[in-house]
């Protein structure tokens, strides 16, 4: 994962997306990303969804909601969110370091389409 | 501030890698360097498995009341003081496991009538397991006191917990050496690892408590020593790292960031704040 500085993990905002299913971080850096539900339902990195001593995917994409989405979001410390899943899934924490990542790579990926 | 202390300031954690570094000796001892300075302060024994603030103040045998479903603080030295050793007894062991122990934080967190404190200082129990990781998601800390003794063995430990802060982006505002030794002016003591720590990590040296029989004496009397031996040597360095400790509490600027929030993306209720909010 790229090291950030300090001010690209710290989030000033947060809002629903306006043209997609998802939300808005919106960084100290000035940087607003977007992120679409699916897209960070499938990133979720708790032990139900990640297996903790390999590493490997256990979570199964096909069988995920192709509309789920956020129910409720939640801050953990200052640190991370907490997001309830319309599927039911509750466990996964999300640190800002990693929300920056997906949002990041997400943006790259849109990108070069 | 978080809405889950209304009231409060600055809340600060007491954290030690290793059991044993007196990291209750030094909480209750800057809690009261604080009182000295004229703040209104509380002192949470949040060590479940081995709460001895209530022996290190001779309060023991109170038993706070309860209140509307809230705890009373216990008065003494112009502390607040709540501690698990009220609610499971002295010589019962706590035996917890995760769950349960997150659930006794949370009571602390919300359960306790503070009323209004400039600081709440908290005494975490030795370690990087549930305790603190619970603390650290639950309690919006202003930062956390890393204690050590002198040692390499206690201080290889406590830079385990220093990193765990680092991971939780809790700010540590500094190192406090204590149990310092064998000290005179000719000869320096030779274990300065409070100091080393400080060096490798970057973390500031808050200062040495120095291996002073008030501090062992004034604990078995359930006097503490900022409180009998004012004017001991211990007590002096006490002192010290009391104002040191508030100038990184200045310097640490409150982190920026959304605060605690529940947002119900249903109704839109508890949403977090939004950069357009805050630049109109």
């Given at each position: 994962m790229n090291s950030f500085s300090r001010e690209q993990i710290t989030p000033v905002g947060m809002k629903q997306a306006g043209q997609i299913n998802g939300i808005v971080i919106q960084w100290q850096d000035g940087e607003d990303l977007e992120y679409d539900f699916r897209g960070l339902r499938l990133a979720c990195a708790c032990a139900a969804c990640i297996d903790?001593?390999?590493?490997?995917?256990?979570?199964?994409?096909?069988?995920?909601?192709?509309d789920v989405k956020a129910l409720t979001i939640e801050s953990v410390g200052t640190y991370a969110i907490r997001i309830i899943w319309s599927d039911g899934h509750s466990t996964g924490i999300y640190p800002f370091e990693l929300l920056r990542h997906i949002g990041e790579a997400r943006k790259q990926m849109l990108a070069a389409q | 501030m978080s809405n889950k202390l209304p009231g409060i300031q600055h809340v600060i954690a007491t954290s030690s890698g290793k059991g044993g570094v007196g990291k209750s000796t030094v909480s209750i001892n800057l809690a009261l360097g604080l009182v000295q300075k004229g703040f209104k302060v509380g002192l949470a024994d949040v060590d479940i498995y081995g709460p001895s603030i209530p022996v290190l103040l001779g309060i023991e045998d109170e038993h706070p009341q309860v209140l509307e479903q809230t705890l009373i603080p216990i008065q003494k030295h112009d502390l607040k003081i709540m501690s698990m050793g009220f609610l499971v007894g002295q010589d019962t062991p706590a035996i917890l496991r995760g769950p349960m122990i997150t659930k006794f934080i949370h009571q602390f967190v919300t359960g306790v009538k503070w009323g209004e404190l400039d600081y709440l200082i908290l005494d975490l129990p030795p370690g990087t397991g549930d305790a603190q990781l619970s603390l650290a998601q639950n309690v919006p800390l202003t930062g956390a006191l890393v204690v050590t003794t002198p040692q390499a063995i206690s201080v290889k430990v406590a830079l385990r917990g220093l990193r765990m802060f680092e991971k939780v982006k809790v700010p540590i505002l500094g190192i406090v050496e204590n149990?310092?030794?064998?000290?005179t002016p000719e000869s320096p003591s030779p274990f300065r690892g409070g100091q080393k720590l400080s060096e490798t990590t970057g973390v500031p040296f808050l200062g040495s408590i120095p291996m002073d029989q008030t501090v062992a004496i004034s604990g078995d009397e359930g006097q503490p020593l900022m409180a009998a031996y004012p004017d001991s040597e211990a007590a002096g360095a006490f002192r010290q790292i009391v104002s040191r400790l508030l100038d990184q509490i200045n310097h640490?600027?409150?982190?920026?960031?959304?605060?605690s929030f529940k947002w119900?993306?249903?109704?839109?209720?508890?949403a977090p704040p939004t950069r357009e909010e805050a630049n109109p």
């Open positions: 903790e001593n390999t590493g490997e995917k256990l979570l199964v994409p096909s069988m995920v909601p192709v | 149990m310092q030794g064998w000290a640490t600027a409150s982190p920026a960031g959304l605060g119900n993306l249903g109704s839109g209720e508890g």
